[in-house]
């Protein structure tokens, strides 16, 4: 277990900061710390909103390593920018090298963060993923065809740098993230509105480890005390796994429709996690997965 760092009055940059968990967990953390987001803004309305919410914005783009705006004096560095163009040359620049160039540029930091993905696994089918499980391609079925590969290698070159530096640092594999108005969830919320099918491995059940907004920020201040040289790698998900199937059906039902399930050999495999390195840090999710479907329900169906 360790000490929770304390997550107030500290400069922190979060880049990927318009990316799904990036945006909401910057304005998180910017109601008692000064966070900088940082992103490439092609959306000024994106930028405009930040702003407004109380999060300084800052252009950073990890594939042309232009960081010219990034202040000095931070605390902590907290990585969600991600590509996935299925360009291999450009999500490379930005998943793999431009990791190793956002180190060496914010050398002195109490600890950097890199969010990694559970698709950096090898699906095992049913059988909860350890950090030492097997790594591999899950993702390129579904699509994702640079996904997998560059996280693992941006992985890599995170531990490698964190050594050569010198800089505490914990890479996280994130399982299925999700919140009150956003997440894997609002769209299948959606497809079972409209009667789309919806994609489920033929190896079912599907089963992931769904990680609400609350536990994402909860869970923080542990994972930055945990941070080290060399680095800590940890899953980072809640406390049950669940399957996919599952989660669709009490959607389904709190909004009395049945959802149409598609078999489908290209939907992304099972990749259940085994939280065991989560716990022993001091975290346990406090959001109950059939909670948290329920509260993006009503927060997504009250808003449309």
């Known amino acids: 277990m360790v000490e929770p760092v304390t997550l107030t009055g500290k400069r922190i940059l979060v880049t990927g900061a318009t990316g799904m968990v990036g945006d909401p967990l910057a304005r998180a953390l910017a ?3 000064t966070v900088f987001g940082g992103a490439r803004f092609t959306n000024a309305a994106a930028r405009e909103a930040l702003d407004a919410a109380g999060v300084t914005t800052v252009r950073v783009d990890l594939g042309s390593a232009d960081f010219d705006e990034i202040p000095g004096d931070l605390d902590y560095v907290l990585n969600f920018a991600v590509a996935r163009s299925n360009d291999w040359d450009a999500d490379f620049a930005a998943n793999v090298e431009g990791v190793a160039l956002l180190m060496e540029r914010c050398v002195g930091i109490d600890a950097f963060f890199q969010c990694s ?6 699906s095992q089918g049913q059988v909860p993923l350890s950090e030492s499980a097997p790594l591999g391609d899950s993702h390129r079925a579904a699509g994702f065809q640079t996904y997998s590969i560059s996280k693992i290698a941006g992985e890599a070159l995170a531990r490698h740098t964190a050594t050569r530096l010198g800089i505490p640092t914990v890479i996280a594999r994130l399982s299925v993230p999700y919140g009150d108005t ?3 969830p609002t769209f299948q919320l959606m497809m079972i509105e409209r009667d789309i099918p919806i994609p489920v491995h033929p190896d079912a059940p599907s089963l992931y480890a769904p990680l609400h907004l609350d536990d994402i920020v909860g869970s923080l201040p542990y994972l930055l005390a945990a941070a080290s040289v060399p680095a800590t790698v940890v899953n980072w998900g809640g406390d049950d796994n669940v399957a996919v199937e599952e989660w669709c059906e ?5 909004i009395d429709k049945k959802p149409v399930l598609h078999t489908d050999e290209h939907a992304i495999p099972s990749l259940p996690l085994d939280v065991t390195r989560l716990h022993e840090i001091g975290f346990h999710s406090t959001v109950p997965w059939r909670d948290g479907v329920r509260r993006l329900v009503e927060t997504c169906r009250s808003a449309g």
């Open 31 to 33: 109601q008692h710390n």
């Open 117 to 122: 993905t559970a698709g950096v696994y090898e």
């Open 182 to 184: 956003f997440g894997w």
């Open 250 to 254: 009490l959607i389904g039902g709190l």
